[in-house]
């Protein structure tokens, strides 16, 4: 119990409570990656050696449909790229806290689905080894144009329609 409660403060401590928490996300992120330890991706690359052992990524393209399954180890902190459309998110294995759109914190045991929102990003702190799965619509032929077309590295590069609409949710 000790542990939900430090990742709740942590994510907690990441958002403000207002506005949108994207720049939020990436000075948390950026203070990550200058740790000895982190590891980082890039949408649209292959993942490298040192991801594809410490987090085994299967993807599938197939029907105008990409699926992702991800195995997270415990005690990881990741942080997810932007996503640019709705997906079904389901957690197939373990137990993470994350921080939602709105700011809050939700501790969530498999198994368990969730609905994510075009522009959402997710930090997570994995509780329990963890298998999380994603499914997408694409056109796509490989997976890393798959990948570049449904994540961006950042908000910035999301389309502006999404942004407004993001803005305008935070403004309600």
């Known amino acids: 119990m000790e542990t939900e409660v430090l990742s ?7 958002s403000t409570g207002t506005g949108l928490l994207w720049d939020e996300i990436e000075n948390f992120k ?30 599938h393209l197939e029907g105008g449909l990409y699926t992702r399954e991800l195995f997270m180890p415990a005690g990881h902190v990741v942080i997810s790229m932007v996503h640019k459309q709705n997906h079904p998110s389901f957690l197939l294995k373990g137990k993470v806290s994350f921080l939602t ?13 969730i609905h994510t929102k075009e522009g959402a990003q997710r930090v997570l702190l994995v509780h329990e080894d963890t298998q999380w799965c994603c499914v997408y619509k694409t056109d796509a032929k490989t997976f890393e144009e798959a990948e570049a077309d449904v994540y961006a590295d950042s908000y910035k590069e999301l389309p502006q329609h999404i942004i407004e609409k993001r803005i305008l949710l935070c403004q309600d």
Do not use: F
């Open 8 to 14: 709740t403060d942590i994510l907690r401590g990441i």
């Open 30 to 59: 950026n203070q990550l990656i200058a740790t000895e330890h982190a590891l980082v991706h890039k949408a649209g690359t292959p993942q490298s050696k040192e991801l594809e052992e410490v987090y085994p990524l299967k993807q």
């Open 101 to 113: 759109d709105e700011g809050t914190v939700e501790t969530i045991t498999a198994p368990h689905l």
